[in-house]
């Protein structure tokens, strides 16, 4: 009687920034995989997750490694293959809660030279982790340097809108324009405190006015 054949798991990814780069389209990562499974004697499983963020803080955006994980969870899943770490994820959070899992039911991880790392030897796991590390910085990094750049070329790149100022497209990002409602009374508080000097004067104002936060409250001005 032969024996069943293990299933190699190849997870596929890329993001947004990454789609045009040659070498990390899905098909590259595909027929990397299936290369791979063929050379191990596995049956290849595609679990391609298309287009998706890594770096959000859980795997609420990504419905395939949300589904591989439960399955890890389930023990149907002991070989996962990816082109590179990074795939799995570049948010810390959520990567160490992924390896956490995978150690935790003894899964085999594998990366596009054909590395095998076994989760459960405490070297490979630790290099692993590192690999991981790393691509967490430099994903950091990565989204640093994005936001400086768009803020450079006058976009808008903080979560909050700042009071008297509303967020306007232009299809390749967000600016601020005045506000249609707010900006009248933003205008009127810098001219009450060029005259009086008092941030209180400016409080007095907002309050008797009933002006709204930002957050759409009206008592809550400390200035």
Do not use: P
């Amino acid at each position: 009687m032969s024996k069943k054949k293990e299933t190699l798991y190849i997870y596929c990814r890329v993001s947004t920034i990454e789609q045009a780069k040659k070498g990390s389209s899905l098909k590259t990562q595909e027929a990397m995989g299936r290369k791979v499974a063929k050379k191990l004697g596995m049956k290849a499983e595609v679990r391609n997750e298309k287009s998706a963020s890594s770096s959000v803080s859980n795997l609420a955006n990504r419905y395939e490694a949300h589904k591989l994980m439960i399955e890890v969870g389930q023990g149907k899943v002991k070989h996962i293959y990816v082109s590179e770490i990074s795939r799995l994820g570049r948010n810390s959070q959520v990567w160490y809660g992924m390896l956490a899992e995978m150690i935790k039911h003894k899964v085999k991880l594998y990366q596009a030279d054909g590395q095998i790392y076994n989760l459960q030897d405490a070297d490979e796991k630790l290099m692993v982790t590192l690999l991981s590390a790393i691509a967490v910085n430099r994903q950091e990094k990565r989204t640093i340097r994005f936001a400086i750049n768009k803020f450079k070329d006058g976009y808008y790149v903080h979560g909050n809108t700042i009071f008297g100022y509303k967020k306007v497209s232009d299809g390749k990002g967000k600016k601020l324009a005045e506000c249609d409602v707010n900006g009248k009374h933003l205008k009127q508080m810098f001219k009450i405190y060029a005259r009086t000097g008092k941030t209180r004067d400016v409080q007095d104002y907002l309050l008797k006015n009933n002006v709204l936060t930002i957050r759409g409250k009206t008592k809550l001005w400390k200035l």
